[in-house]
Structure formats: structure tokens, C-alpha cells
């Protein structure tokens, strides 16, 4: 009689619904602390922490400080409403409904449409301007971004991530460093291409956000389609900034302050290839937990002893490269960086691309590999998943030291997608040409340009530098040292050469020989 008494009761038997719901994503104790400790000001405890953020190449969007402070009221205005009595039932129903309204597991476009709805009324609050609206008590939005606004949305979910490994306003500290914006202008022209707002072929070379301010916009239906297809991750950046935003108001202060000191005040898009605006793009891309690991390199960078091979510091060539990466057992990020596809086009026309791949190398002379990605890193972001057709993930064959007679030798070199001499991308044996061939000859991956203006025909082009990183841990870090250590003592033994072991020259088979040689009649006179 007594389990019945729930189903009878609506209101029971929704709070129970809804109670289900939140606990998916925080605990239900964690969620009753901060109804009853803050439901009368929400709006302080979602505010943005204090911080200051600068970029070293250009500054930041236009009113982004006023609209990160804007952030806090306006998901408090538009998913909870002011509680009256904390210890009313109805309140904790609202309360767990806001809740789950922006933090619940939904389809992919509901999520982007309460991340655009906050984004609006943060402008709103902030007087920025904002292209985009919806239509009252629906969550169909309609409009469209400028360049200037997508730059800006992308530079506010990048905050809303970062806010997460951010002290609490009550810890934050008047005198902390400028925090350092990623580069997010391979997101925006990627949108922007996506949409045909601009040409995928000479007008993205040169092309800035901060200069983009004449040019067309992009619909919240083509935005919404790019997302989706491109950067699934964008959606979530709203729901984990409410949970890190409720666990940072039980979370111990003191704890706090010294999380944010890992990011640096200058970027390392001259020193390396996997920068920070390129870490958080692959994060937002990755359905994996490799996501997190992106992540965190976007805020705080990678760190240097994941690089396992860079050709400016450890030489060119496959033999190099395999020196670096033999033994290692795990994920790995590769990035390519080259120039032109002739001799008569601009040094400057750089572009870049990157593997992701999920499992180590092997010496091989056929293709190999479970599952990994193809990335266009600049000057235009892409991902091309797998398309699940064919498994010719990976290819990586280099001459060993007993080497055989082949009729038809493979080719030396390492490869990507595609088959045997028609590879999707093709570095060759002394890593100084790659070529780069259209999507129809590969069914290994989805079809795309890696590049702009690629055309139907090969693109062959100058590499400049070769990065590696490896992802999997300290773990798998240690046991490719504890490999190569096996190996270099395997190649000692091999080189040492034991002297006793020849015994005594006079005794020798090699002895005898030679004096058979020098007298072949020897033998013949000391019978007679």
C-alpha cells in the first residue's frame, strides 16, 4: 500500500523523474547543498570567476569581459527561477527542472540551442551585439552570427572550460596573471567555409577574425550544422560549466588557488604545432576520453616529455623517426606542417594536418591499425572520421637490417588512408616531400580536403616539421623506455665480440686453410 503511495502523488512521481534525471549528472546531496545554501543567489553562485584574458596575436572580442561577468545572471534568468523558500517542494522541483533543462542529456542540437540562448542574453545584458534570437517559448533560433560573434562564442565556451580548473571568486587573487586566449580563427574560417560565407581556396590565406567584420555571417541553422558535424563537443560547454560551478561552491577554497597557474602569458604557436587553439579544436571534435587530455593541453599546454619526435630537434628521415617511436604502445597525435603544392607558390601559403591515431607504430609493409582520425589543422580546422568501409588506417614500412630481395619492393615511408601507391597522405623516407591525394581514392576515412584548393589531382608538397606526441600516460611512456633499454642491451651483446671464444690461432680450422692456400703441394712431400 505504502509503493503506491509515490505513483498516486504527481507531484511525488515527478520530483522522483526529475531527481533521477539530475543525479545522472551530480549527486543529489551535492545538488541539495547548494538549493538550500544559495537558491536565493544563483546568480553568485553561477557568476564567472574573476580573471583577466589576453591574446598574444590579436586582442580579445569586442565587450568579452562584460559578457563572461553577464554569463552567471543570464543561466540564472533563463533556467531557474528565484526559490522563495528553500524548503518548499515546489522550489526544489523548479530548481531540479532548471537543472536539468541545462545540464541533462538531450539530442545533439538542444544543447547548442541553450548554449545560444545564454550567449544571447549575455549580449543582451552586456550590450554586444548579437545576430542571432528565438522565437518566444520555442527553442527554434533564427538569425545569424558575423565573424566578429562566432569568434567571440568560441573564446566564451573556451572560458566557461577553463572556469572549471578556476579558483573560486572568494579565493581568486587581485594580482593573478592575464590568462592566455587559444587562436580560435581555424574554428571560425572553418564555420565560415562550411556555410560558403567564404571560399575554400585563395581567400582563406591571410584571412583574420578580427578583420572579418565586412564579411557574410552564418545562419543558426548552417552554425548549428557545423557544430554537429565538426565540434559535437561545443554543445556540453554549458552543461559542465553549471556542475563545475555547483561543485566549486562546496569545493574547499583554499584548494583552489593554485589551479589557474599553469597557464602561461605566451603561447607556443611559434615553438611547436600543436598549439593551444589546435589542442581544444581536436578536444571538441574527440568522442573519446582523449577529449579531456586535448583539453587540458589547451589550457595549461602539452607537456614536453609527451613529444616523442620533432625533425627540427631530432632529424629528418624515417630511420629518425623510428628511433623516437619504436616501443610505444598508445595514442599518438602526428602534425605535419608543409607549404605549396610547386615551386612557384608562396612560402607563406602554409597549411597543416594531423593523425590521430589510436595504437602505436609498427614496422610493417601492408597497412594496419583499429581506428583513428584525419585533421586539417590550419589554416582550416576539419575532422574526417572513420568511414568504416576499409582498415587501411596506418602504414609505416622502413628497410631493416636483413634486408631481402623484393621483385616489387613497398614503398619506404609513412602513410595514411588509401592503399599500396595510392595513399590518402604519403611522407616519404627522408621526410621532405608528403603527398596529399584526393578523398576518392581512400574509403578509410570520410571524404573532405584536407587542404584548400586541393583538387582532384596529388598534391605533392615541402614539409617543413613533423611533431608526435604521445597520449597514452606516463604509463605507456615507461614501458617504451623499458623497451628501448631491452634493445640497447640486446645491441650490445650483438656488437661485444668475446676474444676466448676464437680459441688458439695455431688450432684454427682458419689457420689450415691458409696454409693450404699459400702451399697446396705441402702435404704431397711429407708423405714421400
Not at 101 to 123: D, E, G, I, K, M
Not at 252 to 273: E, I, Q
Not at 361 to 388: H, Q, V, W
Amino acid at each position: 500500500m505504502g509503493a503506491s503511495s509515490s505513483t498516486d502523488n504527481p507531484a511525488a512521481a515527478a520530483a522522483h523523474e526529475q531527481e533521477s534525471l539530475a543525479a545522472a549528472s551530480l549527486p543529489l546531496p551535492l545538488l541539495r547543498a547548494v538549493f538550500s545554501s544559495r537558491s536565493s543567489s544563483l546568480p553568485d553562485t553561477l557568476a564567472f570567476p574573476p580573471a583577466t584574458f589576453h591574446s598574444p596575436t590579436s586582442p580579445p572580442p569586442d565587450h568579452f569581459h562584460d559578457l563572461l561577468a553577464a554569463l552567471g545572471p543570464a543561466i540564472a534568468s533563463l533556467f531557474f527561477s528565484p526559490a522563495a523558500s528553500p524548503s518548499s517542494s515546489s522550489d526544489w522541483l523548479s530548481f531540479l527542472k532548471g537543472f536539468n533543462a541545462c545540464c541533462a542529456r538531450a539530442r545533439a542540437s538542444l544543447p547548442l540551442a541553450h548554449l545560444l540562448r545564454v550567449y544571447a542574453a549575455a549580449c543582451a545584458r552586456a550590450g554586444a551585439p548579437c545576430g542571432v534570437r528565438f522565437q518566444p517559448d520555442d527553442d527554434k533560433v533564427v538569425g545569424e552570427l558575423a565573424p566578429a560573434e562566432i569568434a567571440a562564442l568560441l573564446s566564451m565556451c573556451w572560458a566557461m572550460a577553463w572556469s572549471g580548473s578556476a579558483p573560486t571568486p572568494r579565493a581568486a587573487d587581485e594580482g593573478a596573471e592575464p590568462v592566455l586566449l587559444p587562436d580560435v580563427s581555424s574554428l571560425v574560417l572553418s564555420a565560415l567555409v562550411s556555410a560558403g560565407a567564404v571560399a575554400d581556396d585563395a581567400a582563406v590565406w591571410g584571412w583574420e577574425a578580427s578583420g572579418a567584420s565586412a564579411a557574410k555571417g552564418v545562419s543558426a541553422q548552417e552554425f548549428t550544422s557545423w557544430v554537429i558535424s565538426t565540434v559535437p563537443g561545443l554543445g556540453s560547454c554549458l552543461s559542465r560549466y553549471v556542475q563545475d560551478r555547483f561543485r566549486s561552491c562546496q569545493a574547499d577554497p583554499v584548494k583552489g588557488r593554485s589551479v589557474s597557474a599553469g597557464n602561461a602569458t605566451s603561447d607556443a604557436s611559434d615553438v611547436y604545432l600543436l598549439t593551444r587553439g589546435r589542442a581544444w579544436a581536436i578536444s571538441l571534435s574527440v568522442r573519446s576520453a582523449l577529449s579531456e587530455k586535448f583539453l587540458s593541453a589547451s589550457i595549461i599546454g602539452m607537456d614536453t616529455e609527451d613529444l616523442l619526435y620533432r625533425s627540427s630537434a631530432h632529424g629528418r628521415g624515417l630511420s629518425r623517426f623510428w628511433s623516437c617511436v619504436e616501443g610505444y604502445k598508445g595514442p599518438a597525435l602526428i602534425l605535419l606542417s608543409a607549404f605549396g603544392g610547386g615551386e612557384n607558390v608562396d612560402a607563406d601559403q602554409r597549411w597543416g594536418i594531423g593523425v590521430l591515431t589510436e595504437q602505436g607504430f609498427e614496422n610493417k609493409d601492408t597497412f594496419y591499425g583499429s581506428s583513428g582520425f584525419l585533421c586539417a589543422t590550419y589554416p582550416i580546422f576539419r575532422m574526417l572520421l572513420p568511414s568504416g568501409t576499409e582498415k587501411n588506417i596506418m602504414y609505416c614500412h622502413l628497410h631493416t637490417q636483413l634486408k631481402t630481395y623484393e621483385a616489387k619492393p613497398k614503398p619506404l615511408g609513412l602513410a595514411f588512408g588509401g592503399s599500396i601507391g595510392n595513399e590518402r597522405i604519403f611522407i616519404d623516407e627522408d621526410f621532405s616531400k608528403v603527398t596529399v591525394r584526393h578523398h576518392a581514392v581512400d574509403k578509410t576515412y570520410q571524404h573532405g580536403s584536407l587542404i584548400p584548393n586541393q583538387g582532384y589531382l596529388p598534391v605533392v608538397a615541402s614539409i617543413l616539421d613533423v611533431e608526435v606526441w604521445g597520449l597514452g600516460g606516463q604509463t605507456t611512456k615507461h614501458q617504451q623506455d623499458v623497451y628501448k633499454k631491452r634493445e640497447d642491451i640486446f645491441s650490445g651483446q650483438r656488437r661485444k665480440i668475446d676474444l676466448a671464444a676464437f680459441g688458439n690461432w695455431e688450432d684454427s680450422p682458419e689457420k689450415m686453410m691458409m696454409d693450404m692456400v699459400s702451399d697446396p703441394n705441402r702435404n704431397q712431400r711429407e708423405q714421400r
